[in-house]
C-alpha cells in the first residue's frame, strides 16, 4: 500500500499556484520546473485537478489558477482526484486465502473491518488539512530564510 508520488507533486503544484498567481502566468511548463518532474506527468495531474475543478486552465493571459480557495481544497480533495481508491478500499487483500487452511479460512473476518477502520481514520484526518495549512507552512518557511 503506497499513496503514489502524484499526491505531493498534486500538493506543489497547487501550493505554487497559488504562491506565484500574483507575479507571473503560472504554465505547466513552469510547474513542471518548480516541481522537478516530467512535464506530461504535471499534465496528467493537472488534467485530473481540473475535472475534479480544483484548477481551472486558460490558454490566454491567464494560464493555471486555482478554481478554489486554499482553504476549500483538502488533502481528501486531492486524494480523491489524483488517487482514487475503488471500492476494495485503501487495502488489496490476496485474492485466493486456502480455505482449507484454519488462517485462511478466517483471515478476512480478522481484517476487513480493521483495515476499513484504518481507511476511514486516514481519510477523516485527511479531510481536516487544507491547502491553506500547507501554504501558510510555505510562507513561514520562506519569511525565515530571510
Known amino acids: ?14 501550493t505554487a499556484i497559488d504562491y506565484f ?20 506527468i504535471v499534465r496528467t495531474v493537472m488534467g485530473s485537478l481540473k475535472d475534479a475543478g480544483i484548477i481551472s486552465i486558460s490558454q490566454g493571459q491567464s494560464g493555471i489558477s486555482l478554481a478554489k480557495g486554499l482553504d476549500e481544497i483538502t488533502f481528501y480533495d486531492i ?3 489524483i488517487d482514487p481508491v475503488g471500492e476494495e478500499g485503501l487495502f488489496h487483500f490476496h485474492e485466493n486465502p486456502n480455505i482449507e ?16 477502520q484504518i481507511q476511514d481514520k486516514m481519510e ?10 500547507i501554504a501558510a507552512d510555505i510562507q513561514k518557511k520562506i519569511e525565515a530564510e530571510g
Open 1 to 14: 500500500m503506497q499513496i503514489t508520488s502524484k499526491f505531493t507533486i498534486t500538493v506543489h503544484i497547487i
Open 21 to 40: 498567481k500574483d507575479d507571473m502566468k503560472v504554465t505547466s511548463n513552469f510547474l513542471a520546473g518548480s516541481v522537478g518532474a516530467n512535464p506530461v
Open 79 to 81: 486524494y480523491k482526484a
Open 101 to 116: 487452511c484454519p488462517v485462511g479460512r478466517n483471515i478476512h473476518a480478522a481484517l476487513d473491518e480493521r483495515l476499513h
Open 124 to 133: 477523516l484526518e485527511m479531510k481536516s488539512i487544507t491547502m491553506a495549512d
